[in-house]
């Protein structure tokens, strides 16, 4: 009923800038948020930040907190995460995913989209 699609990595130097989307298509009105998730080598998958889709309202890890931005653009249905500062430990795999309203688990995930910082 709802899918996710990340776009936008790539490879970038230490102390860079890159801004990932993710495309949320199907029923968005089902969508209680969407969080951003990574996953480095050799670690589990780590939460990075979420959105509130109806109300705006953010969450950061504090990994990442100053950072990190996300928003969300009702018109296209995207939900951007801006990084900013970027560090070498910021290197991963990033996910988006969807929450629907009145669960607790992220029940919908992209395909995932490589971010690579250099030192």
């Known amino acids: 009923q709802v899918q996710v699609a990340e776009s936008g990595g790539g490879l970038v130097k230490a102390g860079g800038s890159l801004r990932l989307s993710c495309t949320i298509a199907?029923?968005?009105?089902?969508?209680?948020?969407v969080g951003w998730f990574r996953q480095a080598p050799g670690k589990n998958r780590a939460f990075v930040g979420l959105i509130s889709w109806s109300g705006g309202a953010t969450t950061y890890a504090d990994s990442v907190k100053g950072r990190f931005s996300i928003s969300r653009d009702y018109a296209k249905n995207t939900v951007s995460l801006q990084m900013n500062s970027l560090k070498s430990e910021d290197t991963a795999v990033y996910y988006c995913?969807?929450?629907?309203?009145?669960?607790?688990?992220?029940?919908?995930w992209g395909q995932g989209t490589q971010v690579t910082v250099s030192s």
């Open positions: 199907g029923r968005t009105e089902l969508v209680s948020d």
């Open positions: 995913a969807a929450r629907r309203l009145g669960y607790s688990d992220y029940e919908t």
